[in-house]
């Protein structure tokens, strides 16, 4: 109903591998951002993109990575993967709604690392 | 210090109860706020957003006080559907490039 999906929405993965998050929003929203959810606790912000361009990012090391593309499509790229990676992974585009920007969010990527 | 404080609960209330959820923020250059609502095992959803004069929607009403830097959520008449965790979410910078910032959520159960 947000028009923002993602995929895949469950995966397991090893501790040193890479794993490639994807999410689409609808045509119009022009920034990306993604959010990291652990157990128990509220999405801690990893990194926003706008129009292709990087636009911000939070307390997360360089191995977490991402792009966006023209199509309103982005990836989010996890190096060497740690079990503490295990969480939730949202993606969130931006539209205005009555006049404020709001962010909605996609079901997420369930991820887990063993 | 967290930026976004929030008591986790959980809170159990019965049917048609009040129940109020309070957050602190420590980033006096917020700029917006908003409440969200997690059902288990999905994505937060926009509940409302939360402005200085106050807002009402229905049985909920939110209220921001910035000099106390403080954001409440008031549900009147609980329903059993209310059950879920609301987390408490501020912006710094302008709504449209700024980043979210949530609280840990707090849990509510509504029973019969």
């Known amino acids: 109903e947000t028009g923002v999906t993602q995929s895949p929405t469950h995966l397991i993965k090893t501790r040193g591998q890479q794993v490639t998050l994807r999410c689409s929003s609808q045509?119009?929203?022009?920034?990306v951002s993604w959010y990291q959810q652990a157990l128990g606790q509220g999405p801690q912000f990893i990194f926003q993109?706008?129009?292709?361009?990087?636009?911000g990012r939070g307390n997360f090391p360089p191995r977490f990575s991402g792009l966006q593309f023209p199509n309103y499509s982005s990836e989010l790229n996890v190096n060497a993967l740690e079990l503490d990676d295990s969480a939730l992974y949202l993606c969130?585009?931006?539209?205005?709604?009555?006049?404020?920007?709001?962010?909605?969010f996609g079901p997420g990527t369930r991820l887990l690392v063993l | 210090r967290k930026e976004v404080e929030q008591d986790p609960g959980p809170f159990n209330v019965p049917e048609g109860a009040t129940v109020a959820f309070n957050c602190t923020y420590s980033?006096?250059?917020?700029?917006?706020f908003f409440w969200y609502r997690q059902d288990c095992r999905k994505e937060p959803k926009l509940l409302m957003s939360?402005?200085?004069s106050g807002n009402e929607d229905g049985r909920f009403t939110a209220q921001l006080n910035r000099a106390s830097q403080y954001i409440s959520l008031l549900i009147r008449d609980s329903k059993l559907s209310d059950s879920a965790t609301y987390l408490c979410?501020?912006?710094?910078?302008?709504?449209?490039?700024?980043?979210?910032?949530f609280g840990q959520g707090t849990t509510l159960q509504v029973k019969p």
């Open positions: 045509s119009g929203h022009n920034t």
């Open positions: 969130a585009s931006s539209a205005k709604t009555s006049g404020v920007e709001t962010q909605y």
């Open positions: 993109y706008y129009r292709e361009e990087e636009n």
């Open positions: 979410v501020v912006i710094i910078g302008s709504s449209n490039t700024g980043k979210l910032i």
């Open positions: 980033n006096s250059a917020s700029q917006s």
């Open positions: 939360v402005y200085s």
